[in-house]
């Protein structure tokens, strides 16, 4: 039973950080591509990084520079570190997780491509 719990949103004014946490139950000795995304009201849910079970990440040109996905494998825990953020990065933001058939699965921005999703955590930056 895999299961995701999103912390750490909340509110913050431009130029500061924030710190997000995904504490994730998955299956033991299965691969699997996590992410973190983001979506606001009546818009479409963005792909914003993916980690590998290598730690091969990947990221969006919007926050590329500026997001840091991270993993701690030993808790099943997942990362995303927000540094310098901007108005619009204001959203509800989600952990993701999607089983894959080896270690070396690349990891798509691609929100179809995820089974398995967090209730999600709100981020205000004004």
């Known amino acids: 039973h895999v299961q995701l719990v999103e912390s750490g949103g909340g509110s913050v004014r431009p130029g500061e950080s924030l710190r997000l946490s995904c504490a994730a139950t998955?299956?033991?000795?299965?691969?699997?591509?996590m992410a973190w995304f983001r979506q606001g009201s009546g818009t479409q849910r963005d792909g914003l990084a993916t980690?590998?079970?290598?730690?091969?990440?990947r990221y969006s040109d919007s926050v590329k520079g500026r997001f840091t996905i991270s993993k701690d494998n030993t808790k099943n825990n997942m990362y995303l570190q927000m540094d310098a953020l901007k108005p619009e990065d204001s959203d509800t933001y989600y952990c993701?997780?999607?089983?894959?058939?080896?270690?070396?699965?690349?990891?798509?921005?691609?929100?179809?491509?995820?089974?398995?999703w967090g209730q999600g955590t709100q981020v205000t930056v004004s």
């Open positions: 993701a997780a999607a089983l894959v058939g080896s270690r070396f699965n690349e990891c798509p921005l691609d929100r179809w491509y995820f089974t398995y």
């Open positions: 998955l299956e033991a000795n299965k691969n699997y591509c």
């Open positions: 980690i590998g079970s290598t730690g091969i990440t």
